[in-house]
């Protein structure tokens, strides 16, 4: 049951830095995509926030202390805090790769809880697995292969027809 303890108490404090690092982006982010992001990451800390609650209960539950130190909290965390010079691109790549890491402590937890058959902890842990890796979708889409992308091929592919269009018109008046 020790190693489960610690894994718990090493994943309480991976996300809170997470938490925190979505909320200080929520308000630092700006650019073009500003409102979009501000809302998407809006939405993700307050999701933590309910999640980080959960497991600290949960914690309580199997009669372990939830971190209380914010000093302990960043030295055992796995994911580091926000980056105080990120724009609104690093922000996207940082997030993405945290919530990846975090799916992945969650994967390695809930094979611990497993074997060792404490399946309330392992149900809870895949629900955080599901919750980050659909985080992990949603900020992939606004990677250069996502929606930015797509929306400008549409502009050129327009541009394209309109040019035709004045090309025939051309023809036709003369
Ligand atoms: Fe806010």
């Known amino acids: 049951m020790e190693k489960l303890f610690?894994?718990?108490s090493d994943a309480q404090a991976s996300l809170f830095v997470l938490f925190h690092k979505t909320w200080v982006y929520h308000w630092n982010v700006v650019g073009q995509d500003f409102q979009q992001l501000h809302t998407l990451f809006g939405g993700q800390y307050e999701t933590m926030f309910e999640e980080i609650d959960r497991l600290s209960e949960h914690m309580r539950y199997l009669n372990v202390k939830p971190l209380s130190s914010l000093n302990r909290v960043l030295e055992v965390s796995k994911i580091k805090e926000a980056s105080s010079s990120a724009n609104a691109e690093s922000m996207i790549s940082?997030?993405?790769q945290s919530n990846n890491d975090f799916c992945d402590i969650m994967r390695s937890i809930s094979e611990e809880a497993e074997t060792q058959k404490q399946y309330a902890t392992a149900n809870l842990v895949q629900d955080l697995m599901e919750s980050h890796g659909k985080f992990v979708w949603m900020l992939r889409?606004?990677?250069?292969s996502g929606s930015k992308k797509v929306q400008e091929e549409i502009e050129e592919i327009l541009e394209f027809e309109e040019q035709i269009i004045e090309e025939v018109e051309e023809t036709t008046e003369e």
Do not use: G
């Open 6 to 8: 610690k894994l718990l």
């Open 141 to 144: 889409s606004f990677t250069d």
């Open 94 to 96: 940082d997030l993405l």
